[in-house]
């Protein structure tokens, strides 16, 4: 063989080398988007925190192909989740409360909610999305609690629940959130001279109304 059949040999595999790492590359970039799945698409290099309001493609289930060097694509899962709930702060005569509940929620599967939700979270591990979304609950359980006496947070639990429900949901749409289920398991509080402070009739009608009030709000959250 000539020094030129082996010099076009070498570039035949060279180029069939090259082509290959380039296929193998794409391949690499074609992303699979499940049915419980979006796939949000910006440019390269674009900003956190940028308005995704208007920009960015979202991607539905199926198979996407995220051009190499000029996009990146974030998962955003749309599936319900959930998390545990537990606040302690004053009451509105600065008796503390403890408030024990569970969350379900999601990012709502809007285009609007979608674009929200992947400015707000798309570097955020699931970790960190539930431990925000939790923050921003108990922030107004919190809020709420301060706004009430603890014989009316117990006696009127429904009211409190749907009080903080109003809260949470305005800011966590700003965020694409929606959230599903508030269940209330508890609400107690550990000063002893609230106690004692009550004669034994009234912690009788307190036990009975937070026990009353815990089944209605649990068949509202059932209803909702």
Excluded: C, H
């Excluded at 060097?69 to 005569?93: C, H, W």
């Excluded at 408030?99 to 707000?120: C, G, H, P, T, Y």
């Amino acid at each position: 063989m000539s020094f030129a059949d082996n010099g076009t040999a070498i570039a035949v595999i060279a180029i069939a080398v090259v082509f290959l790492a380039v296929v193998g590359y794409a391949v690499t970039r074609l992303k699979s988007v499940a049915p419980d799945q979006v796939l949000f698409i910006i440019s390269l290099g674009a900003k956190k925190g940028g308005d995704t309001t208007t920009n960015g493609t979202i991607a539905y289930p199926g198979k996407v192909f995220v051009m190499p060097m000029i996009q990146e694509a974030y998962l955003l899962s749309l599936k319900q989740r959930g998390v545990e709930i537990n606040v302690t702060g004053p009451d509105k005569n600065f008796i503390p409360v403890t408030v024990s509940a569970n969350l379900k929620f999601k990012i709502a599967d809007d285009e609007a909610s979608i674009r929200r939700a992947a400015q707000r979270f798309r570097d955020f591990t699931d970790e960190e999305i539930d431990q925000s979304i939790r923050d921003s609950v108990e922030g107004s359980v919190r809020s709420i609690t301060s706004m009430m006496n603890l014989q009316g947070i117990n006696s009127n639990r429904v009211e409190f629940m749907d009080a903080v429900l109003t809260t949470a949901k305005t800011d966590l749409a700003e965020q694409g959130i929606q959230i599903d289920v508030l269940n209330i398991k508890e609400i107690k509080t550990t000063d002893v001279d609230y106690w004692a402070s009550l004669n034994t009739p009234e912690k009788e009608r307190a036990k009975l109304v937070a026990a009353e009030a815990s089944s209605a709000a649990k068949l509202a959250t059932d209803k909702a």
